[in-house]
């Protein structure tokens, strides 16, 4: 069974950092992209970052380039997503998810119908 279990989240006062877990289990890890999404009360779920270690690459939004860092750890089959300078903006429930390995992934990754397995998501609230 496929399992996404995601951790991490809380409040945190702009300027500063968190760092989410996304602990994966059922498939290898090694195999399939893993991708942060996040999702605002009344907005559309965004695609944050991705990782895909066989294909060696990391893929961002650019709301989020320079601030946020996907890395993933196979022994601990997990991936993480680390999250600095915090504005209020990134206030929101973040996903991870991952989808069967694509070519061209790039072209792809923030569709969020390409991934078939979720996990059930962290708040992440910024505010003073």
């Known amino acids: 069974e496929v399992q996404l279990v995601e951790s991490g989240g809380g409040l945190v006062q702009p300027g500063g950092s968190l760092r989410l877990s996304c602990v994966v289990s059922?498939?290898?890890?090694?195999?399939?992209?893993v991708t942060w999404f996040r999702q605002a009360p009344g907005n559309e779920r965004e695609a944050v970052a991705t990782i895909s270690r066989s294909q060696g690459f990391t893929y961002y939004a650019d709301s989020v380039k320079g601030r946020f860092t996907i890395s993933g750890v196979n022994a601990e089959n997990t991936v993480y997503l680390q999250m600095n300078t915090l504005r209020p903006e990134d206030t929101a429930v973040y996903y991870c998810?991952?989808?069967?390995?694509?070519?061209?992934?790039?072209?792809?990754?923030?569709?969020?119908?390409?991934?078939?397995?979720w996990g059930q998501g962290t708040q992440v609230t910024v505010s003073s």
């Open positions: 059922g498939f290898n890890f090694w195999a399939r992209p």
């Open positions: 998810a991952t989808a069967p390995r694509t070519a061209s992934w790039g072209h792809y990754w923030t569709d969020s119908s390409r991934y078939n397995y």
